[in-house]
């Protein structure tokens, strides 16, 4: 069960699996709008509510922050909705950008949001093993198919426990030497050959700062317009991966303009400003 908060004052969301970890969220993010309402006195702190008359006053500063923050969010309470999906935003089909450390609780947390409820996985990695891992460790079942698409040697090296003669996966193996065209026809054939007949697809693109890194801008940009219509056509949702605090504020501001929605991964807890 996911939930979500929205605030009405902006355009922040969270989500998590947990109704308080949502609230708690929310609170943190609510109390932002009423900092002018809190007030440091001689005794303490006070605080005054914008909605109502209540006003309360202590010494311990703390306890007066928590206090605020509860009686906040007891107004907007009903904005908090369960069993949701990020995605539903979008609905469900379309680009969205997961701005976490590649490698992060946040990271696989998301990974799994949207991989759960397809029927297809698509994987673009540079590390399958730990992709394979994370299915087959938080899914309660393997989807019914699972494309990996990797330049790594050897992908399923170094895997225990999985019995792959069992396991409904493919592996397409990439070379490293090739360009962002080819990359591109790979992974429209895969999805011409999955998307009429297979169900849902969850595409998953661990590989945006391998080819930040790689090529030129605005080859990226203009290749990722591309690549996005594509799965758009075939009805998928797309996640990709990317850390912003590694990146350049231009390349940062490009990305801003190809995707549908953004999300920061924390943990366990979902953002989007948007
Ligand atoms: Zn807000
Ligand atoms: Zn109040």
Redesign the pocket.
Known sequence: MVYRWRCRNCDFSTWSASNETTAEAAKSHLIKHYERNIRTEDFGVAWS??????EQRGHDKEQMIQAFKD??F??VEPLLESGVHVADDIGRTGNILVNAPLESTGADNARIHFLAPADVCLFVTTNPKRRIELLDEELSEWPAWSIIITTKSQPMAGIDGIDFSTVPLEVVQLNKSLGLSSLGETVARVLDENESTSGKISMEIDILPEIIAKFELQDVFNFLHLFTSRSERAGALSHYYFNPETQSESTVNILDQVFDMQINANGSVFESHS
């Not at 509510?49 to 209540?54: A, K, L, V």
């Open positions: 509510c914008p909605y109502c008359e209540t009686h906040l007891g107004h």
